[in-house]
């Protein structure tokens, strides 16, 4: 059976792709979120489980979130943060690490690899990120000022 060409039937089909166009415009417009929109609305998520102590699922989160940016010092500070509180203390020192690779004077990292060394007893490491942050904070942060008690509240329980 041979189909017929016919104005109306070519008007009809005009119509239908330029619908379809459309429509398929308007789906791919409505799910597409900007990559930076969602690595944000997984940060928030993820902080709020980290307020919460919902250590697990702030890591997923944490995760998810690295790998949609993982030049993020801050995600990869509270990824680290969540899994030292969690107790996976050298998964947290390595991603401590990678923040402060990425930047070099990030505060929190500081203070919370202090933090960590610590909990494992190496105050000469922890000191080191300690003086890392008199340095940063000549006139006082609340980082240094969180490591320096740390660091003198192990001293008083030797």
């Given at each position: 059976m041979k189909i017929r060409s016919s104005p109306?039937?070519?008007?009809?089909?005009?119509?239908?792709?330029?619908?379809t166009t459309?429509?398929?415009?308007?789906?791919?417009?409505?799910?597409?979120?900007?990559?930076?929109?969602v690595h944000q609305d997984t940060l928030t998520?993820?902080?709020?489980?980290?307020?919460?102590?919902?250590?697990?699922e702030a890591i997923k989160l944490l995760e998810q979130a690295i790998d949609r940016s993982p030049k993020d010092a801050d995600a990869f500070n509270l990824l680290a943060y969540s899994q030292r509180k969690s107790g996976q203390i050298e998964k947290a020192?390595?991603?401590?690490?990678?923040?402060?690779?990425?930047?070099?004077d990030h505060l929190g990292a500081h203070e919370y690899i202090g933090e960590a060394y610590v909990?494992?007893?190496?105050?000469k490491e922890?000191?080191?990120?300690?003086?890392h942050l008199e340095r940063l904070c000549p006139k006082g942060c609340e980082?240094?000022?969180?490591?320096?008690?740390?660091?003198?509240?192990a001293k008083k329980k030797r």
């Amino acid at each position: 059976m041979k189909i017929r060409s016919s104005p109306v039937r070519q008007s009809l089909l005009s119509a239908l792709c330029v619908a379809t166009t459309v429509y398929h415009g308007a789906v791919i417009a409505a799910d597409s979120v900007p990559p930076a929109s969602v690595h944000q609305d997984t940060l928030t998520e993820a902080r709020a489980a980290v307020k919460a102590e919902r250590w697990p699922e702030a890591i997923k989160l944490l995760e998810q979130a690295i790998d949609r940016s993982p030049k993020d010092a801050d995600a990869f500070n509270l990824l680290a943060y969540s899994q030292r509180k969690s107790g996976q203390i050298e998964k947290a020192l390595k991603n401590y690490k990678i923040a402060l690779k990425i930047d070099p004077d990030h505060l929190g990292a500081h203070e919370y690899i202090g933090e960590a060394y610590v909990l494992l007893g190496n105050a000469k490491e922890a000191q080191v990120h300690l003086k890392h942050l008199e340095r940063l904070c000549p006139k006082g942060c609340e980082e240094r000022d969180d490591l320096q008690r740390a660091i003198s509240e192990a001293k008083k329980k030797r």
